[in-house]
């Protein structure tokens, strides 16, 4: 996992800083410099807690939600351009449905019975280097453009639990709680819903005509967080969850502490991935861009 974000990332940065000598900067004169505005359908999953395996390559399409987000690139050399945008999306994940209760190791999992829903608003700044280079203006730019992508995000997000069954009075079954607050695995503060990742990945792009591209991208986003899901640790002493949604979700949504299962919610056993792992989402969407056109000055003759 790590060779893919360290590879990945250094390959397109790598990529960039020697597409963009002195040369190219004179040759691609502002003239040929344009932006674009795009809107972009997208679908977001991630790899985490509460999935079928608890590895980087597992999740659950039928987790997958649906998000969108906007978006501003300017192009700036033949090979290169920058691009700020801002998007809104889901993830989820249900251990009932990912976890599979005959499994030896999936099983803690399923008994585990955590469902959880977290929406995700991200602003992100990404440089995107082109495979296929266009040293003329954005009117003879190729029909089909590969490109690599990476740079710096900052999200916020808001996990919430789902309320089944054996639930406090005081919860009402079907309804999502907020979880960030809750501590529920005896924090001593709150975890930040504010973060950064680092987005990259790759996509192609198309050109429908004069003034408009749709691409398609799939992008990785590696945090430095282990709460996408509310799951990062060990389970709390029940004492020290004084509230009723506290102990529910950080206890008594369990399915079962008998059997193969007693002490399954004892203090210090694992509740979440061993080893510190930290969260990704991954967004694959399509877009449909814009270009506005370049407003070129007439040279003035005399």
């Not at 359908?41 to 597992?58: E, I, R």
């Not at 079907?174 to 987005?199: C, R």
């Not at 029940?238 to 506290?246: H, Y």
């Amino acid at each position: 996992m790590k060779n893919i974000f360290t590879y990945s990332t250094a390959f397109v940065l790598g990529l960039a800083l020697v597409a963009t000598p002195e040369a190219d900067a004179q040759q691609f004169s502002k003239r040929k410099q344009y932006n674009s505005v795009g809107f972009s359908l997208n679908a977001m999953n991630y790899f985490g807690d509460v999935v079928p395996v608890t590895n980087f390559t597992s999740f659950r399409l039928g987790a997958t939600r649906v998000g969108a987000g906007v978006s501003i690139t300017r192009r700036f050399y033949p090979r290169l351009s920058g691009r700020f945008g801002l998007s809104y999306g889901r993830i989820s994940g249900d251990d009932s449905k990912a976890a599979d209760p005959n499994d030896p190791d999936a099983r803690f999992r399923y008994n585990r019975n955590f469902t959880f829903r977290n929406d995700i608003l991200e602003a992100s700044a990404v440089a995107i280097f082109d495979l296929v280079e266009n040293r003329n203006n954005y009117l003879k730019r190729p029909d089909f453009v590969p490109y690599v992508f990476a740079g710096v995000a900052g999200f916020y997000h808001n996990p919430k639990g789902l309320v089944g069954d054996n639930a406090p009075a005081s919860l009402v079954k079907g309804s999502y709680v907020a979880l960030a607050d809750l501590k529920t695995e005896g924090q001593a503060s709150a975890y930040g819903q504010t973060q950064f990742a680092i987005p990259f990945g790759g996509g192609i792009r198309y050109r429908i005509n004069r003034n408009f591209d749709a691409s398609l991208e799939i992008g990785w986003r590696k945090t430095f967080f282990d709460y996408l899901d509310d799951v990062g640790g060990k389970y709390a002493p029940v004492a020290s969850l004084s509230t009723d949604a506290q102990r529910y979700f950080g206890n008594g949504i369990t399915r079962s502490q008998t059997g193969d299962f007693t002490s399954f919610t004892a203090p210090t056993s694992q509740r979440g991935d061993k080893g510190n792992k930290t969260d990704w989402y991954i967004v694959t969407g399509v877009t449909l861009n814009y270009i506005l056109t370049p407003r070129i000055k007439n040279p003035k003759f005399r």
